[in-house]
């Protein structure tokens, strides 16, 4: 796969009158690869100064790839993200291939074959546009660009989260009223390496790895992943210079409201063209049947559906808006029409297509409701309305409609971990920074236990993970609202534990969560060897932190954008020797269900004592988690296809 940015496209006037017209028979038009200018520049970000190494320990990769990784990669000549040396410039590689739509007689399959041809290499690679349209995958396969999607994500979220944390230490260089765009930087920063997806070929309808209710908070990522091509424009497609028949084929749109004559009733779009308006949003001339808007009649005319992404301010939001992908739709009538304004605009009726996962915008705003009015949202279900009985910061709802048991209600609910008093014994030492720790961070004795720098930016999102992280505690001289106490904190987002015939129990989050960010901590009641002997003759649930999956390396973890990074190993920490019976005293995150490719990982961290044998285990996400989809945790065990509650004995 390569990457995907769309270039400003030149001399496209067609304005042919347009009558009322209604979608015709399937047409499939010819598809070969075109062409196509050069990438309008974008403007190098100032570059970055990725951290010193700590070790010298290789980056992990992955062990296996799936035969249509294999296929994918061989066809289009991708390497390995992971080796990517972006401070040196790429040999052409001769054996580079292209891959080219040829459809498969017998089978009827859109999976596009190999076809040998030259592909030349240059820093910033045309977007092609060539539609090519992928289905009939495997599981394995469907697994495989999962993955690939949630590492490139992965990628721009922490080449994010760092430009942030860097510009926050020059904010007095940089002004008052300049805003970060630490978007723009870290999608740059990919297309120099060669990191966006889908962009040798341009995929018609699903995109492998894209599934229905993920959300973004730039539209700079939905350009990297190849959901929607540009930057501004609510409407992405194959340009009249790049089109085998000389037509515009329009892909994706996006569904924001921007024009006053847009109607949005869900599965029922009727969707304003662009054009007309000044740089207030305001219709001040006729719109013409051109560029975009000629794809969109052309993507009715051919029966091409087209993605659809949603987009809208959120509460909290790290940009002030969400933008969530929310399936396909087909154009199925378009009318020159009269708007508000008084100037006349293209109207084009998109229409949902069938037997599709519910739309991630309507699972957004019904878990909306459930944070307001749970009962009215849910008259039934609900055993709980807070499983902590008022001790997280937030309610922990219980639902259950599969069956009758409630066994979750009859342990006792643990905030924070129970340790050893002889832990606390250990001399204790804070840091001096009487008006904060931003203001004093070179002198500050905290952020020298981390390696020179804090471990969050002023949002409380983790820059990158660590074997172990060091927050301000109880002798820090430092206010309660220093941005360095996160964790300590608890809870900043409404969850609810559910029954569930798939893992047994599960939980969700009621909020958006983004990537980095805190969840909860991992709590029990702490054993030493010695108590874990007789504990284990009893046959009690025990929880060994020692087993879960370092999951932490993959977070900021830019192996494949720097030549030179590797993974943190300070500060160090002596294996963990112990572990938490959650037997009686448990929290909600004893529930969460195992998996190989999960969404939270565990942070190791250390606030109220300084015995490095005794860490508290803090709960990230690795990704941008929306309301409703379940948490996962990597707890270090086979994969069994089950991702029921992982509690071993």
């Given amino acids: 796969m390569g990457s995907n940015y769309t270039a400003p496209f030149n001399n496209l006037n067609r304005s042919p009158d347009l009558p ?43 062990s296996n790839y799936s035969r249509i990784s294999d296929m994918f990669c061989y066809a289009t000549g991708q390497q390995d993200l992971t080796q990517v040396d972006c401070s040196a ?68 979220d922490s080449l994010r989260v760092f430009a942030v944390a860097e510009d926050e230490k020059r904010r007095d260089l940089m002004g008052p009223n300049r805003r970060s765009r630490a978007d723009l930087k870290a999608a740059t920063t990919m297309k120099d390496c060669g990191l966006w997806l889908n962009r040798d070929k341009r995929v018609v309808g699903y995109i492998p790895g894209i599934e229905i209710g993920d959300v973004f908070f730039f539209r700079m990522e939905l350009c990297v992943l190849g959901v929607h091509g540009q930057t501004q424009a609510g409407i992405d497609y ?33 969707y304003t063209g662009h054009g007309g308006q000044d740089k207030h949003g305001r219709q001040v001339e006729h719109q013409r049947l051109e560029f975009g808007n000629l794809g969109l009649e052309r993507s009715m005319n051919y029966g091409i559906e087209v993605r659809v992404v949603r987009g809208f301010k959120y509460e909290n939001s ?5 933008y969530v992908y929310d399936g396909l739709y087909r154009v199925v009538e378009t009318w020159f029409d009269v708007g508000k304004s008084g100037f006349g605009v293209y109207k084009f009726k998109i229409v949902r297509s069938e037997n599709q ?85 070179e002198s500050c004795l905290c952020a020298m ?105 993959e977070w900021g973890n830019l192996s494949n954008v720097f030549s030179d990074f590797v993974t943190p190993s300070y500060p160090s920490i002596p294996p963990l020797d112990f572990a938490m019976d959650v037997s009686r005293m448990r929290n909600v995150a004893c529930y969460m269900s195992h998996s190989s490719i999960p969404n939270v990982f565990v942070q190791l961290v250390m606030y109220d004592h300084n015995n490095l044998s005794f860490p508290h285990l803090m709960l990230f996400a690795m990704e941008n988690i929306p309301p409703l989809r379940e948490l996962s945790l990597d707890y270090g065990v086979a994969d069994e296809g089950t991702g029921k509650l992982a509690i071993c004995n």
């Avoid at 047409?27 to 403007?43: G, M, N, R, V």
């Avoid at 010298?56 to 992955?62: G, K, L, R």
């Avoid at 790290?318 to 969400?322: D, M, R, T």
């Fill in 20 to 62: 009322f017209t209604s979608a015709p028979a399937l047409l499939i038009p010819k598809a070969e690869p075109k062409s196509e200018p050069y990438d309008e520049s974008i403007q190098s970000p100032v570059q970055f100064h990725h951290p010193a190494p700590f070790s010298s320990a290789a980056p992990e990769f992955m």
């Fill in 89 to 156: 410039p790429q040999e052409p590689d001769p054996n580079s291939l292209a891959l080219v739509t040829v459809p498969d007689p017998n089978t009827g399959s859109h999976l596009s074959q190999v076809s040998v041809t030259p592909r030349s290499v240059s820093k910033h690679p045309v977007r092609s546009g060539e539609l090519v349209r992928v289905s009939d995958l495997r599981s394995d396969d469907v697994r495989y660009f999962r993955e690939s999607i949630r590492k490139a994500r992965m990628t721009f």
């Fill in 238 to 270: 194959v340009p009249i210079s790049q089109s085998s028949n000389g037509e515009p084929i329009a892909t994706s749109i996006i569904v924001s409201g921007g024009y006053e004559d847009d109607e949005d009733a869900g599965d029922v779009i009727v």
């Fill in 318 to 322: 790290i940009s002030g808006k969400v």
């Fill in 357 to 441: 996962e519910e739309m991630g915008s309507a699972v957004m705003r019904f878990a909306s409701s459930l944070r307001t009015r749970p009962l009215e949202a849910r008259p039934t279900g609900y055993v709980s309305l807070d499983l902590s009985n008022k001790k997280e910061n937030l309610p922990v709802l219980f639902y259950n409609d599969v069956d009758g048991v409630h066994d979750p209600i009859y342990y006792e609910y643990l905030v924070t971990t129970v340790f050893p008093p002889f832990v606390y014994n250990s001399k204790n030492s804070g840091c001096e920074c009487v008006g904060g720790c931003s203001v004093n961070e």
């Fill in 449 to 553: 236990k981390n390696g020179g720098e804090f471990a969050y930016d002023h949002s409380g999102i983790l820059v990158r993970g660590k074997p172990l992280v060091f927050e301000c505690g109880p002798h820090c001289r430092c206010p309660p609202t220093c941005y360095n106490r996160v964790a300590q904190k608890g809870m900043r987002n409404r969850f609810e534990l559910f029954r569930s015939r798939e893992t047994d129990w599960g939980v969700r989050s009621l909020d958006l969560i983004p990537a980095g960010s805190f969840i909860c901590e991992y709590s029990g009641v702490v054993l030493t060897r010695e108590q874990v002997q007789l504990v284990t003759m009893n046959g009690d649930s025990l929880v060994y932190p020692r087993r879960f999956a370092e999951r932490w390396k």
